[in-house]
């Protein structure tokens, strides 16, 4: 199964420092290629844990007895790694956003190039659909997902003619979702809107910022002094939050200082941030809008 090439494979992996009796944690598994990458630095005595809830990555596990999948949504990795019998880890790996694969997989309905019933869950189990945000969502609720997770300045509109075209009959396909936001796709720029809309509605759909969050807040519980967390985002929503908890321990505001001005946080940043060379955003298109932040648990 095909999912093209992991983006900033060594530097992510590098920014691990992995030790070879180590316990580490890629929360991405999808294709399997940071894993791999890993678990090549891995000694016998290193353990690899991934997460991936998406039901395609169980055809990717590779066959060593060092790696363990847990089919689950990352949100959930306290919990999941206790029950394996860790309470603490060197490190932890995540390439956020939606893989090559589940892009290329015309009826999973994550991509604007395809025409498909209207899904977008990572999960094939969740409930909520994109079909649910389109035709159930309340407008002034459609309005607020345009507008916070596709920083769409026309939000208003675009929730008012979904609205009112569902009012004749439910908007079903990706085609018909097009067809209702026509007016608001100029020409010259009908995919950049377009792929704003999909991202708005598929952030929705799989509770990708909460889900960061949940996830960041445990981080600095389950690393060992040290240990490293090396993150990929995609858009400036993810970006931001992972620089604000790296700095700031927090996503919003300025921690509290002591009357010297200075604030504890739990991490430190490692490194500048990376971003993919002109060669690999040629060879791996997926990798154009990525940015690598490293930092280590104090």
């Known amino acids: 199964m095909d999912y093209h090439n992991p983006v900033l494979l060594n530097e992510t992996v590098d920014g691990l420092d992995i030790k070879p009796d180590g316990v580490y944690v890629d929360v991405t598994f999808g294709g399997g290629g940071h894993s791999r990458e890993i678990l090549s630095r891995l000694g016998e005595n ?11 990555a169980a055809q990717n596990v590779p066959d060593d007895s060092r790696f363990v999948l847990i089919p689950e949504n990352f949100r959930f990795i306290k919990r999941f790694l206790r029950f394996h019998g860790h309470k603490k880890v060197d490190g932890i790996l995540g390439d956020f956003g ?23 869950r990572m999960n094939q189990k969740d ?7 389109v035709n159930d969502y309340a407008e002034e609720d459609l309005r607020q997902v345009f507008w916070q997770y596709g920083e769409l300045r026309n939000a208003p509109k675009l929730a008012s003619a979904i609205v009112m075209a569902r ?14 936001l026509a007016a608001f796709l ?5 995919h950049k809107i377009l792929a ?3 991202q708005a509605i598929r952030i929705e759909v799989n509770q990708e910022i909460e889900v960061l ?14 240990g490293r967390i090396s993150l990929i985002s995609y ?12 700095r700031n321990g927090l996503f919003e505001g300025e921690p509290e200082k002591d009357m010297y001005g200075n604030f504890d946080v739990p991490f430190k940043k490692v490194g500048r941030l990376i971003v993919p060379s002109k060669e690999e955003i040629k060879s791996n298109n997926r990798a154009r809008s990525a940015k690598l932040r490293i930092a280590a648990k104090v």
Not at 46 to 56: E, I, K, M, N, T
Not at 215 to 223: A, I, R
Not at 235 to 246: A, G, M, N, P
């Open 196 to 198: 704003q809309i999909y």
């Open 235 to 246: 858009h400036s929503l993810e970006d931001r939050l992972v620089k604000r908890y790296i």
């Open 213 to 226: 969050k949940e996830f960041l807040l445990q981080t600095e519980q389950l690393l060992e002094p040290g």
């Open 46 to 56: 290193g353990r690899l844990y991934g997460f991936d809830q998406d039901p395609d």
């Open 167 to 180: 009012g004749s009959a439910p908007i079903k396909t990706s085609e018909q979702l097009k067809k209702v």
């Open 127 to 133: 409930d909520l659909s994109a079909y649910n945000v």
């Open 186 to 190: 100029p020409k010259h720029r009908e």
């Open 98 to 120: 939606v893989s090559s694969h589940q892009f290329d997989v015309a009826e999973r309905g994550f991509s604007t190039r395809f025409e498909s019933d209207l899904d977008m």
